[in-house]
């Protein structure tokens, strides 16, 4: 049978920190209260019945002095257990002055049980306990002085109206231990109760904490993400009016930063993008601001500045961080950033309008080769405001019929004659007429309508093929470009299935020009897609060869049928120089040691065709023999110039 351990049914639970200044400005009230409380007592009851009974000095005078004694300590002991002792001991002893005064009438015992009642609510056994004790001590000592008749300050000492004896006081005793204790044990529930209550609000207020800093930050890298900096841009506005000042928004997108998370994995990726919050961080004055506001995009505010010149160096400093070398887990990585660059109020006093035209010289630092900075400006947004007016015009423009396909003939550079061509697009406008890629392509491929572009050039070249069969020209090669964003598509290899299939041509007539940036960035997919669509027959032409970051490795494991010589080497052919050292030169003889057809473009000029056919270089196109020419008048140059059987069946 277990036992009743007391003294763990008694122990108030220790008040945990979180909790204590609750628990501390309660003690401090309740003690304010009570002295209140104290006053009230020595004024009305003792004053009243000093009156009454002729008993000034014993209750008026003995309660004063208790008040005077509980106003010491409370300078002294306010707020902790001693004056909550104190007063436990004080409100006893105001009790026994009522019974006295009262010469022991029952209904002022009352008080007693009142005042642990009231005790209770400091949520402290102690004061209850002394209280109980002082109340015990006092009716054993006074009863006995009553038995023998013991009079103080004149007055007969009495505890009970009447004649009793020690078992009547005992008795009392018990009731006033067994209700000390169940107040006592109220009390720990209380306390244990306001513990708890303490606890939740503490959790509730963290909780509300993590969700605010949630609200406000981003998870990985705990920066201030897009709402956070919304709101500190507002104050910067603010900030930079009152002070006539300015502040620079630099939007920055980490280079190549994609490929990293694709060969090495996103925790690497991760680690990488937390690594660099803390490092721009870290770099940045007080008043400025670093933020993420998704994906390997950041964005800095650099404050109170008056010259747009004066924060170029600190930009050329945050350019050279990112230079070094990063370690990341077992990896050392190289990396570095695009920056565009806006300044308030110069460009604007928009905020939405700060951060899109900084992304906007973001964008065009890109362009211009990465890993530099470029400033905001008005000819910039002007040249963005057409390219959105371009690629919208593009999707109604393909609704409308208004792209067709260009063919620049192929020459056997021997024979003269044509053994294949180069499907280009053109854009027929209805308004402006005939627009170059050179206008809209970077655009498609920046807007992904290269996709839907793409896929069409595909099909419709392999329409081409079909007719060049039907029409007898069975042995002449079509070749298309597919663009670097076509091979981020996993379904470019069912494409061209498709429309071989569909056209039922022989796929060697087929062929599909890569430039070398496609290997750069994407060589496993690459090299994957690439088998594949070798594996159908068609043949694979590497364009613009020797401009790229071309290698022999890469033509080693790239099944590629041809190589395309790049216009600016054959612009390097003069008529009245020695050609020697040229580059040209060892591009045709990489091209023969490999077994590769070599094929020169833009050639415009009788000798450089001339130089090309010396060096064995096989095949050519360019304005010397045809521009490119609408489907119809390629036949017409068909007609009157095919080479029926001078290829070996590889496609040029």
């Given amino acids: 049978m277990s036992t009743i351990d007391f003294n763990q049914l008694f122990r108030l639970p220790k008040v945990p920190v979180f909790a204590e200044k609750n628990f501390n400005d309660h003690f401090l009230q309740a003690d ?41 300590a409370y ?29 022991g009438r029952i209904e002022m015992h009352f008080h007693v049980f009142i005042a642990l009642a009231i005790l209770s609510l400091y949520k402290d056994i102690i004061p209850i306990v002394v209280a109980a004790a002082t109340t015990i001590v006092h009716h054993f000592v006074f009863n006995f002085l009553q038995f023998y008749e013991v009079s103080l300050f004149g007055m007969p000492v009495m505890v009970f109206n009447y004649g009793c004896g020690m078992d009547i006081v005992i008795l009392h005793g018990v009731f006033v231990i067994a209700e000390a204790m169940v107040i006592a044990y109220i009390v720990k529930l209380q306390m244990e109760h306001a513990i708890e209550l303490n606890r ?67 925790h690497v990726g991760d680690e990488l993008l937390k690594a660099v919050a803390q490092k ?35 930009i050329s400093k945050i350019l050279d961080m990112f230079h070094q070398e990063w370690r990341i887990q077992s990896h050392f990585l190289r990396l570095s950033t695009s920056i565009g660059v806006s300044v308030y109020p110069d460009d604007s006093k928009d905020i939405n309008e700060l951060m899109k035209y900084a992304d906007i010289a973001m964008y065009k630092a890109k362009s211009e080769g990465r890993d530099q900075f470029s400033f905001f400006t008005t000819t910039l947004n002007a040249k963005v405001h057409e390219e959105v007016a371009i690629a919208n015009d593009m999707y109604r423009a393909f609704s409308d019929g208004e792209f067709e396909l260009y063919y620049q003939p192929k020459i056997h550079i021997e024979s003269g ?21 050179d206008h809209f392509i ?15 050039i595909i099909e419709e070249t392999a329409h081409t093929i079909k007719r060049l069969q039907d029409a007898g020209y069975d042995r002449v090669h079509i070749s298309c470009n597919v663009s670097t964003r076509q091979f981020q598509n996993l379904n470019l290899y069912g494409e061209i299935k498709n429309a071989i299939q569909k056209n039922k041509i022989n796929p060697k007539l087929l062929a599909i020009e890569i430039t070398e940036s496609v290997m750069l960035d994407y060589l496993e997919i690459t090299l994957e897609t690439l088998k594949k669509v070798k594996a159908l027959g ?115």
């Fill in 538 to 652: 068609v043949n694979i032409c590497m364009d613009d060869f020797g401009t790229g970051y071309s290698s022999l490795s890469y033509l080693r494991q790239l099944p590629i049928d041809s190589l395309k010589i790049d216009k600016s080497f054959v612009d390097d052919i003069s008529c009245c120089e020695q050609n020697e050292t040229i580059l040209l030169n060892t591009i045709i003889a990489m091209g023969q040691t490999l077994n590769l057809h070599v094929i020169a473009e833009g050639v415009e000029e009788e000798y450089q065709m001339q130089y090309l056919k010396n060096r064995g270089c096989g095949y050519y196109q360019g304005y010397y023999f045809s521009r490119p020419v609408p489907e119809k008048t390629f036949f017409e140059l068909l007609r009157t110039n095919y080479a029926s059987s001078v290829t070996d069946g590889k496609s040029i």
């Fill in 417 to 437: 004659k044509i053994v294949g061509a180069e499907a280009l697009i053109r854009w027929n406008h209805y308004q402006k007429g005939m627009i170059s890629p």
């Fill in 280 to 314: 721009l961080n870290s770099i940045v004055r007080e008043n400025d601001i670093v933020a993420r506001i998704g994906g390997d995009e950041f964005i800095m505010i650099l404050s109170d500045f008056n010259n747009a010149v004066t924060i170029e160096p600190v």
């Fill in 442 to 456: 970077n655009i498609a491929e920046n807007t992904g309508f290269i996709l839907k572009l793409g896929t069409w």
């Fill in 200 to 266: 939740t609000e503490n959790q509730v207020l963290g909780l509300n904490e993590e969700l605010t800093f949630a609200s406000l930050h981003d998870s990985l890298t705990g920066l201030p993400n897009r709402h956070s900096l919304y709101t500190q841009m507002k104050l910067m506005v603010a900030n930079a009016n009152r002070y006539d000042r300015k502040f620079a928004v630099l939007f920055l997108d980490l280079d190549h930063f994609k490929n990293i998370n694709d060969t090495l994995g996103h």
């Fill in 75 to 103: 300078r002294t002991f306010k707020g902790t257990q001693v004056m909550r002792a104190l007063m436990g001991v004080g409100m006893m002893l105001f009790s026994l002055i009522y019974i006295q005064q009262h010469l």
């Fill in 32 to 72: 304010k209260v009570m002295l209140v409380l104290i006053v009230i007592q020595w004024f009305i009851a003792t004053f009243i019945t000093s009156i009454t009974y002729d008993t000034y000095l014993y209750g008026f005078v003995g309660g004063g002095l208790i008040t005077l004694i509980l106003f010491w």
